[in-house]
């Protein structure tokens, strides 16, 4: 579930007959509109066919381009998704969403998004901090005290180094991690942890820690004595409108959930592991493109979703914020979010890899303007962020 992808991605090892058979079977579906991102009432005639050009233009291009990517990697399905401000713009997807019957991806189906889940739990945190309830600052041994890894340092771990992180922790749980197909609890998954010792100092160096947000993620379920994933279900998904997002296979969107690759260089490919989490809240959430459009869409909204404030303005600005840096620096991880810059323009998203999907969710918050791209494939981020690279 690693956000960022930098070793080139090889076409050779997917080139296999029956992948680019399924490919070849199923064409693509462009998704219903979505009505409550219609265009703003005060929007005049010509701005609309302004915009309606301008995003006709960019969609024919990234149709293009998605379509010779997905030629060329033997992709099985591909869903790309655009956002300004308040309208999905355009949602397409292409290729098979599900082998055993050629079903063609569409608006409707379910991707696991790995690292993009992070966010949610982030989120889902800066909304307690907001009520007084927690203390980014504060030892997260006050709201986790059966966690305690060793620390042979004098700092203790904090909420803000972990969603930043910074806390020092291996990158790996022992267990529940991503290698272990056993599916233990968040619980047991977190306790494992003692048995671990600090890599470095908290807050000195940047290490990125799938433990360390699935203990975020325990913090909230011990303090708010639910379940990770109902607490998360009812506090964020359900208020940003994201109907068939879950971080359990739910009943409700099983049926939806795309199937997914794995390969290798002889070329070979296989189904992708199907096992849940026990770092749940760093890499387990279930969703679908219409789904994280809505996200964004709250997002330029100052943290206003469809059913409900997530967030005020303000906190938003302070997880867009790098954290630990130098003065100047504009770069890194804020709290949660991955930051950067695309053309001199703030650029706020994250990554996501889990077994057979590879995900990108980026936007250009001053300018409103977001992009979801999924695969199907494993390991295939390098696709994916550099077609949201283009559509930004």
Request: net charge positive.
């Amino acid at each position: 579930m690693c956000m960022w992808f930098n070793t080139s991605y090889r076409p050779a090892a997917l080139a296999l007959g029956a992948g680019l058979l399924l490919f070849a079977a199923a064409a693509p579906v462009r998704s219903a509109p979505q009505p409550h991102h219609a265009q703003p009432p005060n929007a005049t005639p010509a701005a609309r066919t302004a915009a309606a050009r301008s995003d006709s233009a960019v969609a024919a291009a990234l149709d293009a381009f998605v379509r010779h990517e997905m030629r060329q990697k033997s992709l099985p399905a591909f869903s790309v998704a655009l956002v300004n401000d308040q309208r999905i713009v355009w949602n397409k997807a292409y290729g098979v969403a599900r082998f055993r019957d050629s079903t063609p991806a569409s608006d409707r189906t379910v991707y696991r998004v790995g690292s993009v889940s992070k966010l949610f739990t982030d989120i889902a945190i800066m909304q307690l901090v907001e009520r007084g309830q927690l203390d980014l600052d504060a030892p997260v041994s006050r709201y986790a005290p059966d966690v305690h890894p060793k620390n042979p340092y004098r700092t203790p771990i904090t909420l803000r180094e972990l969603m930043a992180h910074r806390s020092g922790l291996q990158r790996e749980t022992p267990v529940g991690s991503y290698f272990d197909d056993h599916a233990p609890s968040l619980a047991a998954t977190m306790r494992s942890l003692n048995a671990t010792t600090l890599v470095y100092p908290p807050g000195t160096r940047t290490k990125y820690s799938n433990g360390g947000i699935a203990l975020v993620g325990y913090v909230l379920q011990r303090t708010q004595h639910q379940p990770f994933a109902a607490y998360v279900k009812h506090a964020v998904l359900d208020k940003l409108g994201m109907s068939d997002s879950y971080f359990t296979r739910d009943p409700a969107i099983a049926a939806n959930v795309a199937d997914a690759l794995m390969w290798s260089y002889d070329p070979r490919t296989f189904p992708a592991p199907t096992f849940e989490l026990g770092i749940a809240p760093a890499g387990s959430m279930y969703t679908t493109t219409a789904d994280l459009s809505r996200f964004l869409s709250a997002l330029f909204a100052g943290g206003r979703g469809v059913n409900g404030r997530i967030l005020r303005p303000e906190t938003l600005d302070a997880m867009w914020r790098p954290q630990f840096a130098r003065s100047g620096q504009t770069t890194g991880f804020g709290l949660g979010f991955a930051l950067d810059t695309l053309d001199g323009h703030r650029e706020i998203g994250h990554g996501g890899a889990i077994y057979g999907f590879a995900t990108q969710l980026a936007a250009l918050p001053d300018e409103k303007l977001g992009v979801v791209t999924v695969t199907t494939v494993d390991g295939a981020n390098a696709v994916t962020s550099r077609v949201a690279q283009e559509a930004l």
